[in-house]
């Protein structure tokens, strides 16, 4: 299982992975951040950069934060900064 740090801006034109932030990840989700709207966004947007079904992608802390520790079943950790690591770098 990966554990991937977030930090999530709601309300973008458009759901994409940024690139690197600090310690972890940053990533803009078009959905509002109003009832999880956001974080079923940002599950969404991982779940189709790491190649997993989104049941397998949830927020395990800061629900209610832009900063949120996303776990990710089925995807070592390594294999997951590879992939976002790909995504940031064909964004830019």
Known sequence: MARIRVTV????????????????WKARVS??????RA?????RLLADVCGVAPKA????SG??????VVEVDGLSETAAERMLEAVARDRA
């Open 9 to 24: 801006s709601p309300g973008a034109e458009r759901s994409e992975i940024v690139g690197r932030h600090g310690d972890g």
């Open 31 to 36: 959905a509002a951040p109003e009832r999880g």
């Open 39 to 43: 974080n079923e966004a940002l599950a």
């Open 57 to 60: 992608v949830r927020v395990v």
């Open 63 to 68: 629900h209610a934060s832009r900063r949120k």
